[in-house]
């Protein structure tokens, strides 16, 4: 990985110099575009809509529109010159339980890792918030603008997570949450025993990205000049009139996949079991085969030692 930023963390008069590494990247799989005619690639210029002349990338800045149209020009130096403390520092403001944290403010991961010389306050830091069972809240500009972020520990190292400001978090104005709807304890019941009955510990390498997959199909199909068969779509379940009996059906369902899961999964283990055991009684065989031969081989050489030694002494 290549360190995309270097500052330190800043935590009461100790200074933690670290280095910042993306944590994620998207596996999407990348497209060009292309002329539908001939497969050409279609190129954009960087045209200014003034003199009609393309401006190199060097020479491109940013700018501000005021309501009456005219456009403030900012430079990289007026950015970089921006009285910001949290510019090349990550500030720990507090402590609290991740609980307070709602996710939805969460918007990127990123490792950090020590420089040389703050791998033990890092360390020291580090094993105190787990130990605490909180996270840190902080505040870091990164690329250009300044957010909040917590910093957690996973698989040993700080993960600083990126927050939106709570005026970026939308309100959901739904019309049905100023209605009053009608449950029945029955159905809240069946719904509790279908949260129930779906239960399971989270493991995510269990799932795949299965839309990729059927794409990268298809552009195989493609490069082989084989013809691209669509699957049949699944059926829509129609929606049940009664959510009670629907709930029910669910929960049934629902305990019979795992039922049937646990089967299998019993299976595979005797069946492993089995081989195992087999794999062990035939090692156990040739053990004894070998000890066989090596007592022979052991009576061999004692026979050769003697008939040695008898040898010297008649010579």
Known sequence: MRSIWKGAISFGLVTIPVKLYSATEQRDVAFHQVHREDGGRIRYKRVCTKDGEEVPYSDIAKGYELPDGEIVVLTDEDFENLPLSTSR???VLLFATEEQVDPIYFSKSYYLEPEAQGTKP??????????????????VALRQRESLGTLRVRDGVFVLETMLWPDEVRAPEFKFLEEDVDLRPQELQMATSLIDSMEGEFDP????????????????????????????????????????SAL???????????????QAK????????GKAKRSTSGKTGTGGKSGKSSTGKSNASKSKAKSGSGSRKSA
């Open 205 to 244: 390498s269990e799932y795949k990205d299965a839309y990729r997959e059927a794409l990268q199909e298809v552009i195989e199909a493609k490069v082989e000049g084989k013809e691209v068969v669509p699957q049949e779509a699944e059926e829509e379940v129609p929606a049940a009139s009664d959510l009670l």
């Open 89 to 91: 520092r990550i500030d």
């Open 248 to 262: 029910r059906a669910s929960v049934e369902a629902a305990k019979k996949g795992r039922s049937g899961a646990r």
């Open 266 to 273: 019993g299976d595979g283990k005797a069946d492993a079991d």
């Open 122 to 139: 890092y360390v020291l830091l580090r094993d105190a918030l787990e130990s605490s069972g909180k996270v840190a809240v902080v505040k």
